[in-house]
Protein backbone atom coordinates (compact mmCIF):
# COMPACT_ATOMS: atom_id res chain seq x y z
CA UNK A 1 0.00 0.00 0.00
CA UNK A 2 1.20 3.50 -1.02
CA UNK A 3 0.62 6.38 0.90
CA UNK A 4 1.59 9.75 1.28
CA UNK A 5 0.22 12.29 3.84
CA UNK A 6 0.81 15.68 3.39
CA UNK A 7 0.64 18.22 5.35
CA UNK A 8 -0.67 21.41 3.60
CA UNK A 9 -0.01 24.83 5.29
CA UNK A 10 1.53 28.08 5.66
CA UNK A 11 4.99 28.28 7.69
CA UNK A 12 4.58 29.76 11.14
CA UNK A 13 7.75 29.31 12.21
CA UNK A 14 11.33 28.02 11.33
CA UNK A 15 12.80 26.74 14.83
CA UNK A 16 15.90 24.83 15.26
CA UNK A 17 16.81 22.75 18.23
CA UNK A 18 20.51 21.38 19.68
CA UNK A 19 20.59 18.31 21.01
CA UNK A 20 24.36 16.74 21.46
CA UNK A 21 25.90 18.85 19.14
CA UNK A 22 23.16 17.90 16.35
CA UNK A 23 20.97 20.69 14.95
CA UNK A 24 17.60 19.85 13.90
CA UNK A 25 15.51 21.94 11.99
CA UNK A 26 11.65 22.29 12.46
CA UNK A 27 8.84 23.73 9.84
CA UNK A 28 5.93 24.77 12.64
CA UNK A 29 2.03 25.12 11.88
CA UNK A 30 -0.61 26.98 13.47
CA UNK A 31 -3.97 24.65 13.46
CA UNK A 32 -6.71 26.34 15.51
CA UNK A 33 -8.95 23.58 17.54
CA UNK A 34 -12.72 23.04 16.84
CA UNK A 35 -13.03 25.22 20.46
CA UNK A 36 -11.55 28.25 19.75
CA UNK A 37 -8.21 27.14 20.68
CA UNK A 38 -4.50 26.78 18.78
CA UNK A 39 -1.85 24.05 18.71
CA UNK A 40 1.14 24.15 17.17
CA UNK A 41 2.37 21.32 14.40
CA UNK A 42 5.84 20.35 14.07
CA UNK A 43 7.72 19.20 11.26
CA UNK A 44 11.05 17.88 11.30
CA UNK A 45 12.85 18.54 8.21
CA UNK A 46 15.34 16.22 6.50
CA UNK A 47 16.13 17.85 3.52
CA UNK A 48 19.15 20.14 3.46
CA UNK A 49 18.04 22.46 0.68
CA UNK A 50 14.80 23.03 1.32
CA UNK A 51 15.92 24.07 5.05
CA UNK A 52 17.68 26.39 3.36
CA UNK A 53 15.24 28.38 1.09
CA UNK A 54 11.97 27.87 3.73
CA UNK A 55 10.67 30.83 5.31
CA UNK A 56 8.30 32.19 7.26
CA UNK A 57 4.26 32.94 6.15
CA UNK A 58 5.46 30.79 2.87
CA UNK A 59 2.45 28.90 2.08
CA UNK A 60 4.42 24.97 1.49
CA UNK A 61 2.94 21.10 1.42
CA UNK A 62 5.31 18.59 3.14
CA UNK A 63 5.35 15.12 2.39
CA UNK A 64 5.31 13.54 5.92
CA UNK A 65 5.58 10.28 7.71
CA UNK A 66 3.87 10.35 11.30
CA UNK A 67 4.65 8.44 14.56
CA UNK A 68 3.17 8.50 17.80
CA UNK A 69 4.50 8.19 21.17
CA UNK A 70 3.32 8.79 25.07
CA UNK A 71 0.10 10.01 22.73
CA UNK A 72 1.53 12.65 21.17
CA UNK A 73 1.81 13.01 17.09
CA UNK A 74 5.09 13.40 15.34
CA UNK A 75 5.65 14.48 12.15
CA UNK A 76 8.80 13.91 9.90
CA UNK A 77 9.41 15.26 6.34
CA UNK A 78 9.87 12.17 3.64
CA UNK A 79 10.23 13.74 0.52
CA UNK A 80 10.77 17.60 -1.13
CA UNK A 81 8.92 20.25 0.38
CA UNK A 82 6.42 21.55 -2.81
CA UNK A 83 6.12 25.55 -2.54
CA UNK A 84 2.56 26.93 -3.82
Same mark, same amino acid.
Given at each position: ??? *????? =? ?5 ? $???? @???? #? &? ?5 ? *????? =? ?5 ? $???? @???? #? &? ?17 ? $? ?12
Amino acid at each position: MNT *KLILN =GQVYAIA $KKNF @KDEE #T &TYAQFLN *KTENG =GVEVLQV $KLTD @KSDI #T &TLKEAMPVKIPVKVSQYNG $KLFFTQVDAVIKQ
